[in-house]
């Protein structure tokens, strides 16, 4: 169980030749582990990375919010002068994780504030992405998971807590996980927007087969559903995550519970994040850790199962 998704040297090195020798994903290139595979170029001369596939941003513009992905400063500027003109832009770091390394911006001289503290090498080698910023935002986890004959797959939604600086950051998912892959996610009644979410999800899904040699025992996406600067409501998928995550305690916990019972079909799993000094867990949840993260501070994890009726 690595802690980030694995390049295929780093996987050959392990001994990993398939999605069954491990929890997690394999990638061809460093940046295709990242949300910067999301979005199109500005253009055909465009900076870009060795092994990037305009085909798959082309598969998935539909399915994902309007947004460019950059490899340079001057490209980053042509997209922002693109976009601010019908609303506030979103940027984000590729390897940002739980809303860490993002920022809105409204006009150029913030964007060149932003471009100011950035790395060099990093938006060289994994990019930086520029979306639409959607308001009143609610974020889905749409996935599978699989394990030799076992496959799961789950819908959900994220949760948003303040974290001990007072920050809005991922405090854990609520998840419907079921046995069987996306056709059994498929079947279950749903509301139309998970629908939409789980139908982009898929889509994101499959146009990875553009990406040679990329393999995945975890596929989870985030599907971001809020309103657009037009009024407008939006959905698209945000990224992906083929490594442990903050969900992945629910999927573990669910997967064991699938493995103890042949007869169990679905059943509802939650991972919990709560910062602060007073947080409880339930009597029945599973504690993860509880006490001061090196980086975080006062913090407690657990997960809860329960199934459904």
């Known amino acids: 169980m690595p802690d980030d998704v694995l390049l295929r040297d780093e ?61 340079n400063a001057s490209d980053a500027r042509i997209a922002a002068k693109r976009m601010l003109d019908h609303g506030p832009v979103r940027l984000k770091k590729p390897l940002g994780a739980s809303g860490r390394g993002q920022a809105i911006v409204t006009t150029e ?50 949760r948003r807590v303040q974290d001990n600086e007072g920050r809005a950051i991922y405090g854990g998912s609520d998840l419907v996980c079921m046995r069987g892959g996306w056709e059994a996610l498929d079947a279950l009644a749903m509301r139309p927007n998970t629908r939409a979410a789980l139908a982009q999800a898929r889509v994101y899904d499959q146009a ?40 992945s305690s629910a999927e573990l916990a669910a997967l064991a519970a699938f493995v103890q019972d042949p007869t169990l079909q679905i059943i509802e799993a939650s991972a919990v994040e709560e910062f602060g000094i007073d947080g409880k867990a339930p009597p029945d949840a599973i504690i993860h850790f509880q006490g001061n993260g090196s980086d975080v501070g006062p913090l407690l994890r657990y997960t809860v199962i329960k199934q459904k009726k």
């Open 11 to 71: 996987a050959a090195a392990l001994g990993i030749r398939g999605p069954n020798d491990l929890y997690g994903g394999v990638v061809p290139h460093a940046f295709v582990k990242t949300k910067s595979i999301t979005h199109r170029l500005v253009g055909q001369g465009a900076q870009r990375p060795q092994g990037w596939s305009s085909i798959f941003a082309e598969k998935v513009r539909d399915v994902t919010l309007p947004g460019y992905t950059v490899f």
């Open 109 to 158: 001289d913030q964007l060149e504030r932003f471009l100011e503290q950035l790395d060099a090498e990093e938006i060289d080698t994994y990019g930086l992405v520029l979306e639409e910023n959607l308001r009143e935002v609610k974020t889905l986890s749409i996935g599978h998971t699989a394990f030799d004959s076992l496959t799961i797959s789950y819908y959900g939604t994220q």
């Open 208 to 247: 990875m087969s553009t990406y040679p040699r990329f393999t995945a025992s975890r596929r989870n996406y985030d599907v971001g559903q809020g309103i657009g600067a037009d009024g407008r409501r939006r959905s698209g998928v945000l990224e992906s995550s083929w490594r442990a995550g903050g969900a």
